[in-house]
């Protein structure tokens, strides 16, 4: 046993300890064995009230706490230094200036100089791929989630300096992405980095990803709530309050930065809208069917440009992303506003300032230049694509209802808020996130009934018509699990009583091992057993005796079975979840643990074995 491992104190005894029942006297001291250990945890069979480490933090939750905040300040520092660098290629290259300033590119400048731009932003970034790392390829978030859950949340330390270096290149040069991927993938680096220098466990590791990846977003977007949604629903994949608080931490302390530097004015702001009534909410309703069948096509023509590319182009994957920059460019000079991150599209169109004409453009050249180009494996990001398209969607929906029906309570900027929330929610399948994200970037309360009805059909069409998203196809692909199939890990959640086997089979600590033989052969009560309790003459639990101990032909048939015990019994509390009975089996190296009454120190509830986890988990399957 482990030096380490902390004993319980004795409870009072009362009683015999009966065979059939399994009541009796609790595990004692007896016969120069100690006291059965539970685990490392103190508190699995000792509670301390007044230990300050006790309770949902503890000392490890508060430093996981501590480093969260630090995270929400580098992820705050990641986002101004990726919009810096974005103005800053995208001065140069299309305004022919030193300068910082955030600015869209235009074709007005460089004329058709502009189908060259984009190109060579391509194989910078392919260069930057092949000689750097290829995680920096794609969309940002997939690769986060890949690190989280395939590669114990450990990202390398460079992909934090060539993700946002080489996403401003690219948006800098044209493409059609947005900010927001791309530092996600930062911030998540970020985590990963500060969980691999300071050592903690790969559950914390992720945790401290998920943080960063959250401050990343608060920190480009003023939308930390969403941002905590959004690490919940596409990385942490759990509901744990420490793992909720620190990443509300992160995304926190990113957004109030954000505010003390860029002001709280919302990032597209716009004028009131009117209170929806049930007619346009029908309206808004069909808006998120079509903008779930948008999301379908959009998933399905990014993946069909990746396998093209992968499967037909002879060139190796480095140049695919210059390929990927003729057809922006192309676009580019046929409608400008295709080109670039296009939050000032977003924000037009919400505003109400463009036509029917401009929506339709935007959504047809938008959708071909960010397909291709993201297909192509360039650096690139899905929410502002998405945002973008989907927003020009609602509001051509919208004007096509206006057209048609004279009379239709519709509001074009409420369809347009409608479209960009419902696309983004059918082709990434995060619901809450795209629900809360339109909110608080817009901070219009009359949109919330509208962004629901939306979102939800949309939701619902899209989850109908494809298997896997377009953050999670890449991993179905490649013969990956289905990532989203939201339900609670059944081993925390059920109870080792309610899995346990409480029919417990115990022998006599002063039985001989050929007396024991004979009773395991010819007792048919035995033969379903592999373990069994040893009781002593006072009825105490002394031990556990498995099959091998008993039967081995090179124990002496006389030895008795207390002779025969190596360690004290582990033991657990009926109240603790399959996942900690799991836990404690790895750590002390054994099969079976006795499960005991939390209440009644002095009951035995039952034995609970690897069998008996395999059982419920097949039940629940």
């Known amino acids: 046993m482990n030096?380490?491992?902390?004993?319980?104190?004795?409870?009072?005894?009362?009683?015999?300890?009966?065979?059939?029942?399994?009541?009796?006297?609790?595990?004692?001291?007896?016969?120069?064995h100690s006291t059965p250990v539970a685990s490392d945890d103190a508190d699995l069979l000792v509670r301390a009230p007044s230990d300050p480490t006790r309770g949902l933090l503890g000392r490890s939750g508060i430093f996981l706490?501590?480093?969260?905040?630090?995270?929400?300040?580098?992820?705050?520092?990641?986002?101004?230094?990726l919009f810096k660098l974005i103005g800053l290629f995208t001065n140069l290259c299309f305004y022919q200036r030193f300068s910082f300033a955030f600015t869209a590119p235009t074709t007005a400048h460089v004329g058709w100089w502009v189908l060259v731009i984009p190109v060579g932003g391509g194989l910078?970034?392919?260069?930057?791929?092949?000689?750097?790392?290829?995680?920096?390829?794609?969309?940002?978030?997939?690769?986060?989630?890949?690190?989280?859950?395939?590669h114990e949340s450990k990202i390398p330390p460079r992909v934090a300096i060539l993700k946002p270096l080489s996403a401003a290149v690219s948006i800098g040069t044209g493409c059609p992405f947005g900010a927001e991927g791309p530092i996600i993938a930062t911030g998540?680096?970020?985590?990963?980095?500060?969980?691999?220098?300071?050592?903690?466990?790969?559950?914390?590791?992720?945790?401290?990803?998920?943080?960063?990846?959250?401050?990343?977003m608060s920190a480009t977007f003023g939308a930390p709530l969403a941002s905590v949604l959004m690490a919940l629903e596409l990385l942490l994949f759990e509901f744990q309050p420490i793992a909720i608080l620190a990443v509300a931490i992160a995304a926190g302390v990113a957004g109030a930065l954000r505010i003390a530097i860029m002001g709280g004015k919302p990032i597209f702001a716009m004028p009131a809208l009117p209170r929806p009534t049930l007619e346009p909410l029908m309206i808004y309703a069909l808006i998120g069917i079509l903008c779930g069948l948008a999301s379908v096509l959009l998933t399905h023509g990014v993946y069909w440009v990746e396998n093209l590319f992968s499967k037909r182009s002879k060139l190796h994957w480095m140049w695919w992303p210059a390929i990927g920059g003729i057809v922006v460019a192309i676009c580019g000079l046929i409608f400008n506003p295709s080109m670039g991150v296009g939050y000032n599209n977003i924000s037009a169109i919400l505003d109400?300032?463009?036509?029917?004409?401009?929506?339709?453009?935007?959504?047809?050249?938008?959708?071909?230049?960010?397909?291709?180009?993201?297909?192509?494996?360039?650096?690139?990001?899905?929410?502002?694509?998405?945002?973008?398209?989907?927003?020009?969607?609602?509001?051509?929906?919208?004007?096509?209802?206006?057209?048609?029906?004279?009379?239709?309570?519709?509001?074009?900027r409420a369809a347009a808020l409608v479209g960009m929330a419902a696309l983004f929610c059918g082709a990434t399948w995060t619901p809450l996130t795209s629900i809360v994200f339109a909110f608080e970037t817009t901070l219009r309360p009359n949109g919330l009934a509208p962004i629901v009805a939306g979102c939800t059909t949309s939701f619902l069409v899209s989850c109908a018509l494809m298997r896997d998203n377009i953050l999670t196809e890449k991993f179905?692909?490649?013969?990956?699990?289905?990532?989203?199939?939201?339900?609670?890990?059944?081993?925390?959640?059920?109870?080792?009583?309610?899995?346990c086997t409480r029919d417990v089979m115990c022998i006599d600590a002063d039985e001989t091992c050929e007396q024991l033989r004979i009773k395991l052969s010819k007792d048919d009560k035995y033969r379903p057993y592999d373990g069994f309790p040893v009781?002593?003459?006072?009825?105490?639990?002394?031990?556990?005796?498995?099959?091998?101990?008993?039967?081995?032909?090179?124990?002496?048939?006389?030895?008795?079975?207390?002779?025969?015990?190596?360690?004290?019994?582990?033991?657990?509390?009926?109240?603790?979840?399959?996942?900690?009975?799991?836990?404690?089996m790895n750590r002390h190296r054994v099969g079976r643990l006795i499960v005991m009454d939390r209440d009644k120190p002095s009951h035995m509830v039952g034995i609970i074995t690897r069998d008996d986890l395999l059982t419920a988990h097949r039940q629940r399957s």
């Not at 969607?393 to 048609?404: S, T």
């Not at 013969?479 to 081993?491: I, N, Q, S, T, Y």
Request: hydrophobic share 45%; glycine share 12%.
């Open 3 to 32: 030096t380490d491992e902390k004993r319980p104190s004795q409870p009072p005894s009362n009683g015999p300890f009966d065979a059939s029942n399994g009541k009796g006297s609790p595990p004692s001291k007896g016969e120069g």
């Open 65 to 81: 706490c501590l480093l969260a905040v630090v995270i929400g300040v580098m992820g705050e520092a990641a986002s101004w230094c």
């Open 124 to 150: 910078i970034v392919g260069l930057m791929a092949r000689y750097g790392s290829e995680m920096i390829r794609g969309h940002g978030i997939p690769e986060a989630m890949a690190s989280a859950l395939f």
């Open 188 to 216: 998540a680096a970020l985590g990963s980095i500060v969980g691999q220098v300071i050592t903690v466990t790969k559950e914390r590791r992720r945790v401290l990803l998920a943080a960063g990846a959250a401050a990343g």
């Open 352 to 412: 109400g300032k463009v036509g029917f004409e401009f929506v339709l453009f935007l959504v047809l050249t938008r959708m071909v230049s960010w397909t291709v180009a993201l297909g192509s494996g360039t650096s690139g990001s899905t929410m502002a694509p998405l945002f973008n398209i989907g927003s020009a969607l609602g509001a051509a929906i919208a004007f096509g209802v206006v057209h048609y029906f004279p009379h239709a309570d519709v509001n074009v």
């Open 476 to 499: 179905a692909r490649r013969g990956g699990r289905a990532l989203f199939k939201p339900h609670a890990d059944f081993m925390d959640s059920m109870m080792v009583s309610e899995a």
């Open 535 to 584: 009781l002593d003459s006072d009825k105490h639990l002394i031990g556990v005796l498995t099959n091998h101990d008993l039967l081995s032909p090179d124990i002496d048939p006389q030895t008795k079975a207390r002779d025969l015990i190596r360690r004290p019994p582990v033991v657990i509390y009926g109240d603790c979840a399959l996942r900690r009975a799991d836990q404690m």
